[in-house]
């Protein structure tokens, strides 16, 4: 069965300093992967995406992830985290089966992260 | 980039009547769209896969009588709670699928049954 998990439910850092929001994935198959950030009472707004390619992907707000195959690792990492990135993040998986653009997702837990000044 | 509207934004409605969210995808057309369900500081729960011009595919568990959805055309889905209870209480979010594999979101429908 495909999953993922996000082993941490919140996520303390100091504002300028690096941040990570863990992600591991179980899947059949080629990978997936997505990063979705969530404010309060908003939709999901989509981050980067890890298709094939370069291991390290470069997306919105100066986010990038990490792709690690033997690790079944997609971290979520910003070099100087700022107190906007507050917000409750979202790793996923694409179900596989399907095109690659109708295919459903699974989400992790959700990871609330918590920038402070 | 695409954008994915969802109407209303915020509903209350009494127990025992039907709440009707609308999804639309404003830019581009959607032959497929999700339907999803959030606790509060939870993770979403798929609720279903909206299809254009056939039936909804509902995941395990999803009763398919309780929540009627609708693909009448390639921009919109709506998604029909009947006989709502408090218990239906809840954030549902919309989204259709972009060309590269990503999804778009709406902003969410925040249903309270009182």
């Known amino acids: 069965a495909q999953s993922v998990a996000q082993p941490e439910d919140q996520v303390n850092v100091a504002e300028g300093n690096p941040l990570t929001v863990k992600c591991t994935y179980s899947?059949?198959?080629?990978?997936?992967l997505f990063w979705y950030v969530q404010y309060p009472n908003r939709g999901l707004q989509f981050l980067l995406k890890?298709?094939?390619?370069?291991?390290l992907v470069k997306g919105s707000y100066g986010f990038e992830a990490e792709f690690n195959k033997s690790q079944t690792s997609f971290h979520l990492k910003k070099p100087s985290a700022l107190v906007s990135d507050s917000a409750l993040y979202f790793c996923a998986v694409r179900v596989a089966g399907g095109s690659s653009n109708t295919g459903k997702l699974i989400f992790g837990q959700g990871t609330t992260l918590q920038v402070k000044p | 980039g695409a954008v994915v509207s969802q109407h209303p934004s915020r509903v209350i409605c009494k127990s025992g009547t039907s709440v009707k969210i609308e999804c639309r995808s404003l830019d581009f057309q959607a032959t497929t769209m999700f339907w999803y369900r959030q606790f509060p500081k939870k993770s979403l729960m798929l609720m279903a896969t909206s299809n254009e011009g056939s039936k909804a595919t509902y995941e395990q568990g999803v009763e398919k009588d309780k929540f009627l959805i609708n693909h009448a055309s390639l921009t919109l889905s709506t998604l029909t709670v009947t006989s709502a209870h408090p218990e239906d209480s809840s954030f549902y979010i919309c989204s259709a699928p972009g060309l590269a594999g990503e999804q778009y979101f709406g902003p969410g429908t925040r249903l309270t049954v009182t």
């Open positions: 890890y298709i094939t390619g370069d291991n």
């Open positions: 899947v059949s198959g080629n990978p997936y």
